[in-house]
T-cell receptor, first 112, second 110 residues
Framework: EAQVTQNPRYLITVTGKKLTVTCSQN?????MSWYRQDPGLGLRQIYY???????DKGDVPEGYKVSRKEKRNFPLILESPSPNQTSLYFC???????????FGPGTRLTVT | SQQGEEDPQALSIQEGENATMNCSYK?????LQWYRQNSGRGLVHLIL?????REKHSGRLRVTLDTSKKSSSLLITASRAADTASYFC??????????FGKGTRLSVIA
């Protein structure tokens, strides 16, 4: 089944404790992206990647890192999480060009 | 850099009625897409309309695009309770990534 998977789905952590949210897709998509969704603010893009070893900042990249060493994986790294990074995070992927994005199920992160 | 703005923010209708949501954007685009999100879940792609298209249909969905007014509308006909969700428009421009609006929350009351 074609899908985007994220792990973990729920995470409660403390300020400053490094964490990684994994994202994997099995559709051989070139393009992958991370979004965060907050009430009243809609979806805001954090980072995106057009292909392996190519990553770019989105609208809200501060406090986040990503890597794209393999085509199927695009982990989101929070080196030192802070409470303002409490949010619902989505990974998405698509073919290059004008194609729809496929979204993962989301990761709800709480930083205390 | 939020480009699409949906209107209204929230909409409540009776089952069987039609629901219309609008999206306005600021710059020229290659295409405009509509997505649906059930509460707290991942977004699901509904329909993509290219800048040279004016209208597109998919089942009970009808999307129009007016590039001169920089606006699009999504019409859901004969709505059902299962259509209750948030609906987002997203615009694609050149090689830049999709930019999403803040969404319209649709409630369909049985």
């Amino acid at each position: 089944e074609a899908q985007v998977t994220q792990n973990p789905r729920y995470l409660i952590t403390v300020t400053g404790k490094k964490l990684t949210v994994t994202c994997s897709q099995n559709m051989n998509h070139e393009y992958m992206s991370w979004y965060r969704q907050d009430p009243g603010l809609g979806l805001r893009q954090i980072y995106y990647s057009m292909n392996v070893e190519v990553t770019d900042k989105g609208d809200v990249p501060e406090g986040y890192k990503v890597s794209r060493k393999e085509k199927r994986n695009f982990p989101l790294i929070l080196e030192s999480p802070s409470p303002n990074q409490t949010s619902l995070y989505f990974c998405a992927s698509s073919l290059a060009g004008e194609h729809e994005q496929y979204f993962g199920p989301g990761t709800r992160l709480t930083v205390t | 850099s939020q480009q699409g703005e949906e209107d209204p923010q929230a909409l409540s209708i009776q089952e069987g009625e039609n629901a219309t949501m609008n999206c306005s954007y600021k710059t020229s685009i290659n295409n405009l897409q509509w997505y649906r999100q059930n509460s707290g879940r991942g977004l699901v792609h509904l329909i993509l309309i290219r800048s040279n298209e004016r209208e597109k249909h998919s089942g009970r969905l009808r999307v129009t695009l007016d590039t001169s007014k920089k606006s699009s509308s999504l019409l859901i006909t004969a709505s059902r309770a299962a259509d209750t969700a948030s609906y987002f428009c997203a615009t694609e421009r050149g090689n830049t990534p999709l930019v999403f609006g803040k969404g319209t929350r649709l409630s369909v009351i049985a």
